[in-house]
């Protein structure tokens, strides 16, 4: 089974009304979880990212990873630099410009492969740049944090 995520409850609740976004809901609660990596391990586990992610740290260092074609899992599997392990927010935010969504990256502790690492700027830097990414700064940077703060903060409050 696909994970679905906001697009889809969205395109739901366009097309079917309040029925869509029931069965977004029941999906949801049946579906294997997001989390599915912490019980298999496996690169290929959890949703398909999108073709560009957005990753940040601690320090709200946010870049730009290319990662078309990856899973969740694969991120779980394979440390960034300095050895911190990133998993998918649950959340996609909006561009700036156009309809597009990106996921969202964040550090997540994993239990299974010990206490999570911390993240420096420097290990983000060579984190973009072995995904083909870059370093988002500037007002790019302010619009995109606060989205993922404000959704952050949306995903804690419902208990997602």
């Known amino acids: 089974m696909s994970q679905?995520?906001?697009?889809?409850?969205?395109?739901?609740?366009?097309?079917?009304?309040?029925?869509?976004?029931?069965?977004?809901?029941?999906?949801?609660?049946?579906?294997?979880?997001?989390?599915?990596?912490?019980?298999?391990?496996?690169?290929?586990?959890?949703?398909?990212?999108?073709?560009?992610?957005?990753?940040?740290?601690q320090s709200d260092d946010l870049v730009w990873l290319n990662t078309q074609g990856y899973h969740e899992g694969y991120f779980v599997e394979h440390s960034a630099p300095g050895g911190a392990h990133f998993v998918w927010a649950t959340f996609a935010v909006k561009a700036r410009d156009h309809e597009a969504?990106?996921?969202?990256?964040?550090?997540?502790?994993?239990?299974?492969?010990?206490?999570?690492?911390?993240?420096?700027?420097?290990?983000?830097?060579?984190?973009?740049?072995?995904?083909?990414?870059?370093?988002?700064?500037g007002e790019e940077k302010e619009y995109f944090l606060q989205l993922i703060k404000e959704a952050t903060r949306k995903r804690d409050e419902e208990g997602v």
């Not at 029941?26 to 999108?50: D, H, I, N, R, V």
């Not at 239990?111 to 370093?135: D, I, K, V």
């Open 4 to 57: 679905l995520n906001e697009n889809d409850r969205r395109d739901f609740a366009a097309e079917l009304g309040p029925l869509g976004t029931g069965i977004y809901y029941l999906y949801k609660a049946f579906a294997p979880s997001a989390a599915s990596w912490q019980q298999y391990g496996k690169e290929t586990t959890g949703p398909a990212l999108s073709n560009w992610c957005l990753a940040y740290n």
């Open 101 to 137: 969504r990106y996921m969202v990256l964040e550090r997540a502790c994993v239990p299974r492969l010990g206490s999570q690492a911390e993240c420096t700027h420097e290990n983000m830097m060579e984190f973009a740049r072995r995904w083909g990414g870059y370093e988002v700064v």
